[in-house]
């Protein structure tokens, strides 16, 4: 995107046609409009929330604290976390004309160009189809391309499953929108710092079973719907305070349409309760797992 195309100044593109040959400006060219000044800072660019297609943007009811926009800039404020498959950053979206409706959201950017091979593929992926066959042969021929590709496939995928979650109530980033290799979420914050993960806390008995009640809740609002996570661990969840929020959905997988989707259940359930366990809870995934069993169908 560059500030041409998305020049707030100029909308419509009529300066530079129409502006030369008129001495004195045509009064009904005097529209209003807003000035805002040119990005130079490489950290910045124009807020993309209109340049993607209305299926890239959140689902509605959209939150109050979402920027909207024209004239909206984001900056990008650093990295958050490394990760497997791509680097999640910090963004702050702010409309200089309403600095104090600024909103930092996280930004997960799959990497499309590195040299190695995605370790989430085979399992995962059975049944999922490709929608063009030129994109099919550059994935298989591993192409420059074709890492591109599957970037864009793996953040598709996510995305598609945080819509997905968020409208069945399940606790997730509010999905704000995705472009290409790149997803825009909210960011999961406790008093103005990135939540921890649920791995790096050490909650009383009493939060520890609130935790674990709402764990098996997720988990059966997601059976009941056909879906496993597929990735869950309590590094794949933040805890906001008392509330978790379960991130890292790209794997999601269908519970019946997928050969090992009861496996991939059962290491979800063996992976929390491990952790819980751990935490002094006295919980069992072939427990759990059975729970779930009989709710889902
Ligand atoms: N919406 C968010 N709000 C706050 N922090 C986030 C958010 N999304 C991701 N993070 C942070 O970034 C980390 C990596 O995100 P995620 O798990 O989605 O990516 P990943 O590529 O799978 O990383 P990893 O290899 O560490 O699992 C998370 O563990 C979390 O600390
Ligand atoms: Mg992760």
């Not at 890239?56 to 984001?74: K, N």
């Not at 976390?81 to 104090?100: M, S």
């Not at 597929?230 to 349409?257: C, F, H, K, M, T």
Request: charged share 25%.
């Amino acid at each position: 995107m560059t500030s041409q195309q998305h020049d707030p100044h100029d909308p419509h593109g009529v300066h530079d046609a129409d502006q030369d040959h008129r001495s004195t400006p045509d009064p009904t060219f005097d529209f209003d409009y807003t000035a805002y000044d040119e990005l130079e800072d490489p950290g910045q660019r124009w807020s993309t929330w209109l340049s993607v297609e209305p299926l890239c943007r959140g689902p509605e009811p959209r939150p109050e604290w979402l920027v909207t926009s024209q004239g909206a800039i984001d900056t990008d404020l650093g990295i958050l976390k490394t990760g497997k498959e791509g680097d999640v950053f910090l963004l702050e979206r702010a409309d200089p004309h309403q600095p104090e409706r600024a909103v930092v959201m996280a930004a997960k950017r799959y990497r499309g160009e590195e040299h190695r091979s995605f370790h989430r593929s085979g399992a995962y992926t059975e049944g999922r189809r490709m929608r063009n066959t030129r994109d099919a042969r550059a994935l298989a021929k591993k192409s420059a391309h074709g890492r591109a590709v599957a970037a864009g496939q793996w953040a598709w995928a996510e995305w598609q499953a945080l819509v997905r979650f968020h409208e069945i109530g399940v606790a997730v980033p509010y999905p704000v929108q995705i472009d290409g290799a790149e997803i825009l979420m909210e960011w999961v914050q406790v008093g103005g710092e990135t939540a921890p993960r649920l791995a790096q806390t050490r909650p009383g008995r009493e939060l520890l079973e609130s935790y674990y009640r709402q764990l098996v809740d997720t988990l059966t609002t997601l059976v009941r719907h056909g879906i496993v996570h597929g990735d869950l661990s309590a590094y794949n969840i933040l805890a906001a305070g008392e509330r978790l929020v379960i991130i890292d959905l790209p794997q999601v997988v269908d519970l019946v349409a997928n050969p090992a989707g009861m496996d991939f259940l059962l290491r979800d359930c063996t992976n929390v309760c491990t952790w819980f366990r751990a935490r002094g809870l006295e919980v069992d995934e072939h427990e759990l797992f059975g729970e779930l069993m009989a709710r889902a169908f």
